[in-house]
């Protein structure tokens, strides 16, 4: 098993920046990608950015060239570094870690940032 803790949330005014970390534990031998989600309300559970075990990196659209996404192996540790933030960022955000060896996903408890005036 895996366990995700996620951490660095908020409320942001737009333009800010937030950095969302999350922490892994437990069999993290297990752990392939990790990535990060984000679910506004109302809305389905979409990704907002993913970082393979070599270092690889893919971004949604919408978050390309505002948003980071970067890996410590040494501290299981990824951290999702959010620059100019729109009032449309906002949501719960959820760190996800893929089992090498089934495929299966585990996900964190998820954390809300909320960009606003």
């Known amino acids: 098993q895996v366990q995700l803790v996620e951490s660095g949330g908020g409320l942001v005014q737009p333009g800010g920046s937030l950095r969302l970390s999350c922490a892994a534990s437990?069999?993290?031998?297990?752990?392939?990608?990790m990535g990060w989600y984000r679910q506004a309300p109302g809305k389905q559970r979409d990704l907002v950015a993913v970082i393979s075990s070599g270092g690889s990196t893919n971004y949604a659209d919408s978050v390309k060239g505002r948003f980071t996404i970067s890996r410590d192996s040494v501290k299981n540790t990824v951290y999702l570094q959010m620059n100019s933030l729109k009032p449309e960022d906002t949501a719960v955000y959820y760190c996800q870690a893929g089992d090498y060896y089934t495929s299966r996903d585990y996900w964190g408890q998820g954390i809300q940032v909320t960009v606003s005036s």
């Open positions: 437990g069999s993290i031998f297990r752990i392939n990608t």
